[in-house]
């Protein structure tokens, strides 16, 4: 990315839970909307006192458009390896680090939450956390994203032919055209990845990221959704390849993991935002899943 497009004000924290977001750089955009489009490049930074090579989190949404390749950038605690023509999504409050030795080339949006209207959110998936971040579009879909990209990115460094309020609203539409193309290849990415997901495993998983925090029993989801655990275990294993309890508990994790990696709560505080009033279970759990203490995640990333 560029200095034009990444550089942003001072973090700031957020609300209970302590983390420290970086907001978008309204500062930086042209005409002051709601989103960034430009080249991807050295300098990367979203505040000084936060090299993008730590783990952060930030509240807009990033859609990088890689040109070379490899490079490796890690989101929510994975891995991922982009290659030229691939794409990776993030979304907001998702945590992420840029790698330090790898070239990023390509084009990079960046998007305000709240920019387009809630109807255009919907229909492009904008919060679709289930849906995976890498994405690797075949050469037809590539040429029209790409072609899209560009487009918009043509319409946002054009300030002076329309006026502002009009020129927004052109943004808007140029930029509703790219997502739903992004959207459409994010589902089909999932579809083909884990093969069609019900209704039972949609509600399910709406169910967690509501409740992940209080309810940890899968007879508990069961039973508030209506179903039998045989039924939910069924649904749960054709979508995602594990277990309901496996589910929550990765989600339960991925939050922990979170707190952990950009707080300084103390572990008791970090386990009891999560669903474990007592710090030694909380300890427990957390390394039976990850395969280390609290302490020594929080310790390697610091």
Do not use: C
Request: no cysteine; aromatic share 8%.
């Amino acid at each position: 990315m560029n200095d034009r497009t990444t550089q942003g004000g001072p973090g700031r924290q957020g609300d209970e839970d302590g983390i420290r977001t970086f907001p978008f750089p309204a500062d930086l955009s042209l005409s002051g909307v709601g989103m960034q489009v430009g080249a991807m490049g050295t300098g990367r930074t979203w505040h000084a006192d936060a090299p993008l090579e730590r783990v952060h989190r930030i509240d807009f949404h990033v859609v990088m458009l890689f040109h070379e390749g490899p490079v490796r950038h890690m989101v929510d605690f994975a891995e991922y390896e982009a290659d030229a023509g691939d794409v990776l999504w993030i979304r907001p409050g998702q945590v992420h680090r840029f790698s330090s030795d790898d070239p990023y080339r390509g084009t990079v949006l960046t998007m305000q939450p709240g920019f387009l209207p809630r109807a255009t959110v919907e229909a492009t998936g904008l919060y679709r956390y289930d849906l995976p971040p890498l994405l690797r579009p075949d050469a037809a879909r590539l040429a029209a994203l790409e072609h899209a990209l560009t487009q918009l990115e043509r319409e946002y460094v054009d300030t002076t032919t329309l006026p502002l309020s009009l020129h927004t609203a052109v943004l808007r539409h140029s930029l509703t055209a790219f997502l739903l193309r992004l959207a459409h290849l994010a589902a089909s990415s999932a579809d083909a990845a884990r093969g069609h997901t019900d209704t039972t495993f949609t509600r399910f998983r709406d169910a967690v990221e509501r409740d992940f925090a209080v309810n940890h029993s899968v007879s508990a989801y069961a039973d508030t959704l209506g179903y039998s655990r045989r039924t939910l275990v069924r649904a749960v294993r054709a979508a995602t390849g594990e277990t309901p309890k496996g589910f929550i508990a990765k989600r339960v994790v991925l939050e922990a993991k979170r707190l952990l990696a950009h707080t300084d709560l103390p572990i008791g505080r970090v386990g009891a935002a999560v669903g474990f009033p007592d710090s030694a279970n909380f300890s427990k759990f957390f390394h039976q899943h990850s395969g280390s203490t609290p302490v020594a995640f929080r310790a390697e990333l610091r």
